[in-house]
């Protein structure tokens, strides 16, 4: 039995909460904690009280400031390459619809959007999912494409240069993975990022326990 009751917790504290509060990140990182983190040991590690079976893939320290720069962004197409079970294009179009009227496509190559949060996603973003990979939508122009798929380095690259290089912005998850992906896969997103990234763009990659883990990137 999964217990939604954090996720519509969080999702009530985002509704009535106003964008000043939303872009404070202590207070932003208190929600995505709320919301949860997937149960994994790997990626909750040091979030013990925030384990969740539905939860996100993402770091708090990461995702909070990521979003907050990207809430001062017109961004009204998100795609999300990517998804497993929803959590994350759930908790990240209903955040953004708080600054924008949002259109969301998530693509995921397994059919494992949770029907529940696919539902209370719509309640505030037009969400559509795509059971498909990036090749199903080369070239699709978004304002926001989060790539968090396969982290193969040719996966990666695909992504990119199918939707990630038509995006106004590009965000990609596990820049900073050292632990897991980068002596594999000829090295995943930490080799693919470490090659297109210019002084300009952004690294989310803060850890409470100083962890090299996960990590953020946006480029535009």
Known sequence: MIDFSRIFQATELIKNSSPEQLRDEEYLIKII????????????????DCRSNIGLFQQPEQL?????YLSKKK???????????GSSPTFISIYLSKFNNLQTLAVDRDNNYNQTLLELANKFAKVDFLNGISDDIKGYKSDLCFIDADHKYESVKNDWQNVGKTAK????????????????DGGGTVRFWNEIKKPEYLEFKDHPLGLNVMGIGICQ
């Not at 904690?33 to 013990?48: A, T």
């Not at 961004?75 to 998804?83: H, P, S, V």
């Open 75 to 85: 961004i009204k197409k998100y795609l999300e390459i990517g998804t497993f079970i």
């Open 169 to 184: 912005i590009c965000m990609f998850h596990d820049i900073n993975d050292e632990g897991t992906v980068k002596d594999r």
């Open 33 to 48: 904690k709320l919301w949860g983190i997937i149960d994994d040991p790997v990626i909750n590690f040091g979030y013990n």
């Open 64 to 68: 909070a400031p990521a979003l907050i």
